[in-house]
């Protein structure tokens, strides 16, 4: 039966080639919708590596977690590198079409917000970007109240035996991560004596890789929004390249980020 599967016909092709529509007959509309539609698969597919590395580290089992985050990092060099790509349209070409986007902005990305709650960068505001009752809602709603990947590390510090305190382990799921000195402490035994707790070094820097790519992709998205919008307002009224300056100073792992500066 399934000899009868034609490539075009797994990947459901016709179906995924048809939901491109630009709504002008301007060039560079294409090119727009194939990058951000391209951003949403990948992300899509990182949601899934992260769902996978979770479910492992939950489970104790830390080394294979490791490939999991490995591949999602590799998968945000390319995003990041797309904006390369769209970086060749000039503000005159996205001047043109710019209209038909109407109140439609990045900040409506669902699945850019699990990415973030997953990773534990949580705000509740965003959820407001969402109809009440919509699938998109439930997901999001859902990632806000569950663990996020950093507290599922944290808990396992934890049950090997390093000073994690409750109120780390106990926090309200929903509240944004807080840096803690005691999680620093931790952090720091681990990077003193990395043979000794290697398995936690390894999954510390894999963290980091993750973090220090999510913050390479938002810096190469405001330099390519600056390129092409300068400093106005972005579509749907958002503040545009102002606000995204602020969140280049997010970190999901604050703590393996500081402890460089105290080993």
């Known amino acids: 039966m399934t000899q009868d599967v034609s490539y075009g016909g797994y990947l459901r092709l016709p179906e995924l080639l048809s939901c491109q529509a630009p709504q002008t007959g301007e060039h560079d509309e294409m090119l727009f919708i194939v990058l951000h539609q391209t ?6 597919q990182i949601i899934h590596e992260l769902g996978a590395a979770q479910r492992e580290v939950r489970a104790g089992n830390l080394a294979p977690s ?26 005159a070409d996205y001047t043109n079409f710019r209209a038909a986007l109407g109140a439609s902005s990045g900040f409506q990305s669902a699945q850019f917000r699990v990415l973030e709650f997953t990773l534990g960068i949580k705000d509740a505001g ?5 109809p009440l009752g919509s699938p998109e809602r439930s997901m999001l709603e859902a990632a806000l109240a569950a663990p996020s990947l950093y507290d599922d590390a944290l808990l396992q510090l934890a049950r090997a ?26 952090w720091l035994e681990i990077y003193r004596d990395t043979a000794k707790h290697f398995q936690f070094y390894q999954l510390a820097e894999k963290l980091l890789d993750l973090d220090d790519a999510f913050l390479t992709w938002r810096h190469k998205h405001v330099l390519t929004v600056e390129r092409v919008i300068g400093r106005k307002r972005g579509t749907g009224g958002t503040e545009g390249v102002g606000y995204l300056q602020t969140t280049l100073m997010r970190r999901a792992f604050p703590e393996i980020w500081s402890l460089r500066t105290k080993l």
């Open 126 to 130: 965003h959820l407001k970007h969402q």
């Open 66 to 91: 490791y490939k999991h985050m490995a591949r999602v990092s590799r998968i945000q060099a390319v995003m990041t590198q797309a904006w390369d790509i769209l970086a060749t349209m000039t503000p």
């Open 39 to 44: 951003m949403e698969l990948w992300m899509k």
């Open 161 to 186: 035996g390093f000073a994690i305190p409750r109120e780390v382990l106990d926090r309200p799921r929903a509240e944004a991560y807080q840096a803690n000195e005691s999680v620093e402490a931790a």
